[in-house]
């Protein structure tokens, strides 16, 4: 069965500062790979998603995130974060043979500081 | 506007109170899904329609009855709730064939039992 780990529960970074939000998945084939985030009282928005060809994937709103097959790795990333940032961020996994259903990590809160 | 709309927005029930979610998609997606999300918990999902058939429910108690009447449209119905049920539900659809894509997200309906 498949698996997502987000190590880091809370994350807390200032204004204008580098972001980098990690994910880590169990599954032994090509994953579909997505990044979601959920602001307060809100559904979860689709940010980006990877399921083949170029491993550095671009989003919305100025965030990437790079899959990394050998360390089964999905890490977002924003050089600049925006105070407006601050929200949680879910990882989630598919695969192929595992019907339509997705797993999702445990969620990232991010805090931006002024 | 996601494509995924969630009725209402907020719910307050008493525990004796009978009451329903409904969720919409004019996506053309055949799978629907319902997750449970508590603060400080993970996302829970509670039951799966494809093609109007229900094809997960993981172990939800009865007082949480889904309804699938066509796949544009899911319901939640709920009776005799207790407190610990309050939460953000969560309605998502997908195209099962086209797992690439991901789910789409409804805003959710915030329900509070008191």
């Known amino acids: 069965a498949q698996s997502v780990t987000q190590p880091d529960i809370h994350i807390t970074v200032s204004e204008g500062a580098s972001l980098e939000l990690r994910c880590n998945y169990s599954?032994?084939?090509?994953?579909?790979l997505f990044w979601y985030v959920q602001s307060p009282g809100q559904g979860l928005q689709l940010l980006l998603k990877?399921?083949?060809?170029?491993?550095l994937v671009q989003g919305i709103k100025g965030f990437e995130a790079e899959f990394k097959r050998s360390q089964s790795s999905f890490n977002l990333r924003k050089p600049s974060v925006h105070w407006s940032d601050a929200a949680e961020y879910f990882c989630?996994?598919?695969?192929?043979?595992?019907?339509?259903?997705?797993?999702f990590g445990g969620g990232t809160r991010l805090m931006v500081k002024p | 506007e996601t494509g995924v709309t969630q009725t209402p927005r907020h719910l307050v029930m008493g525990m004796t109170n009978k009451k329903s979610l409904k969720c919409e998609q004019h996506?053309?997606?055949?799978?629907m899904y319902w997750y449970k999300q508590s603060a400080k918990k993970p996302l829970e999902l509670m039951f799966v329609?494809?093609?109007?058939?229900?094809?997960e429910n993981n172990s939800v108690p009865s007082r949480f009855s889904p309804e699938c009447p066509n796949s544009s449209h899911l319901f939640l119905h709920l009776h005799t709730l207790q407190p610990e049920d309050s939460a953000l539900y969560l309605c998502?659809?997908?195209?099962?064939?086209?797992?690439?894509?991901?789910?789409?997200f409804g805003s959710g309906t915030r329900l509070t039992v008191v």
């Open positions: 998502a659809s997908s195209q099962p064939d086209r797992k690439e894509r991901g789910y789409t």
């Open positions: 599954y032994g084939a090509t994953p579909y």
């Open positions: 990877y399921f083949s060809g170029d491993t």
């Open positions: 989630a996994v598919g695969a192929n043979n595992a019907g339509n259903m997705l797993t």
């Open positions: 996506l053309g997606h055949n799978a």
């Open positions: 329609y494809n093609f109007k058939e229900q094809t």
